[in-house]
């Protein structure tokens, strides 16, 4: 079974808040993905050291677009990181340090890109007891 790590949106996957994931794939890889097709979800990759926390269902296949609805400010979860009061951790160009930005304000830099990816769109099947 494949694998998607959702890293710093587990808890808003888990939460059963984030139904979409956009991902920076190579088509090759990307089409391999079906709707239908269950995917193991990971805290993180499990090449370093990453445990599954659930399944996920693919309710369509990946399809490639620059566009990000404001519904999807919901979708990828961080309607509910901001409800919870959580930061996204992004990579300071300079110091290359983590720092904390707001949800919202991630949002709207990450739109003001513009930059084409591969919409994953799903639904958390199950989630995994034996390693959250």
């Not at 089409?31 to 926390?53: C, H, I, M, P, T």
């Not at 404001?70 to 959580?86: C, F, I, P």
């Not at 930061?87 to 290359?96: A, E, L, Q």
């Not at 991630?106 to 034996?130: C, D, G, H, M």
Request: aromatic share 12%; charged share 25%; hydrophobic share 40%.
């Amino acid at each position: 079974m494949k694998i998607i790590s959702f890293a710093w949106t587990t808890p808003a996957l888990l939460a059963r808040r984030k139904t979409c994931t956009r991902r920076d794939w190579d088509a090759n890889y990307a089409l391999r993905f079906k709707a239908g097709e269950l995917v193991q979800a990971y805290d993180k990759s499990a090449r370093v050291g990453g445990k599954k926390v659930g399944v996920i269902r693919l309710v369509g296949d990946p399809f490639y677009s620059p566009l990000m609805p404001d519904d999807d400010y919901e979708a990828e979860g961080l309607a509910w990181m901001e409800e919870q009061g959580l930061m996204v951790p992004v990579t300071d160009i300079k110091s290359k340090k983590k720092l904390p930005m707001h949800p919202r304000r991630f949002w709207v830099a990450w739109k003001l890109q513009n930059y084409p990816l591969w919409v994953v769109r799903f639904e958390l099947v199950n989630i995994s007891t034996t390693n959250v």
